[in-house]
């Protein structure tokens, strides 16, 4: 079983200031970690993710995360936002399953970024 | 081209009544999936199919039934809608590398 747990729930910070989105996981098998953007009634987009290699992954928009093993977290940060960046932000995993494609994503709560002027 | 295509957009029913959902990828992928989100953002999988099998099955009443007549399409039905129902269901796929694409969701409203 895995589990992901998003430590806040909503985030505000101003324009052009730093952001961290925390994310902490659980899971006795190893994973594969996401980072998804949903807008107001939109989709889910996906920002990045860690498959295999280095720890630090660049993403679109300017976001990066940083995957930690020992502490099993997959912070999400952007050293200046925008008020585009305004969204729902969800940190998923997927199992590693045998090199199969269908592992099932399982997502944290979400954490709401606020980006105000 | 959308990748992961879902239809309808937005779907207003009342209690009782059988609807459907439709969902098609032309990415190519052997997976389909439909996830629930629900009317505080938590999103939950429901359905797994891969190549037209059915692998995954959480906890899910059996008024819902997905179909898959092709591994391009992942339709789900609902009996009997129930105001519980009321959600937004994603549709999404996956293939090689673990590349999740997901469908711009459908908001169903049970009234």
């Known amino acids: 079983a895995q589990s992901v747990t998003q430590l806040d729930s909503q985030v505000p910070v101003f324009e052009e200031a730093p952001v961290e989105l925390r994310c902490n996981y659980s899971?006795?098998?190893?994973?594969?970690l996401f980072w998804y953007v949903q807008y107001p009634n939109q989709g889910l987009q996906l920002l990045l993710k860690?498959?295999?290699?280095?720890?630090l992954v660049k993403g679109i928009n300017g976001f990066e995360a940083e995957f930690n093993k020992s502490q099993t977290s997959f912070h999400l940060r952007k050293p200046s936002v925008h008020i585009s960046d305004t969204a729902e932000y969800f940190c998923?995993?997927?199992?590693?399953?045998?090199?199969?494609?269908?592992?099932?994503?399982?997502f944290g709560q979400g954490t709401i970024l606020t980006v105000h002027p | 081209d959308t990748a992961v295509s879902q239809t309808p957009k937005y779907l207003v029913t009342q209690m009782g009544n059988d609807k459907s959902i439709k969902c098609e990828q032309n990415?190519?992928?052997?997976?389909m999936y439909w996830y629930k989100q629900d009317s505080k953002k938590f999103l939950k999988i429901m359905f797994s199919?891969?190549?037209?099998?059915?692998?995954i099955n959480e906890t899910v009443p059996n008024r819902f039934s997905p179909k898959s007549p092709d591994k391009a399409h992942l339709n789900l039905h609902i009996n009997s809608l129930e105001l519980g129902d009321s959600a937004v269901y994603f549709c999404?796929?996956?293939?090689?590398?673990?590349?999740?694409?997901f469908g711009s969701g459908t908001r169903l409203t049970v009234v």
């Open positions: 899971s006795s098998v190893s994973v594969y």
């Open positions: 999404a796929s996956s293939g090689h590398h673990y590349g999740y694409t």
């Open positions: 860690y498959l295999s290699g280095s720890t």
């Open positions: 990415l190519g992928h052997d997976t």
């Open positions: 199919y891969n190549n037209k099998e059915l692998i």
């Open positions: 998923a995993v997927s199992s590693v399953a045998g090199g199969t494609s269908y592992g099932k994503l399982t």
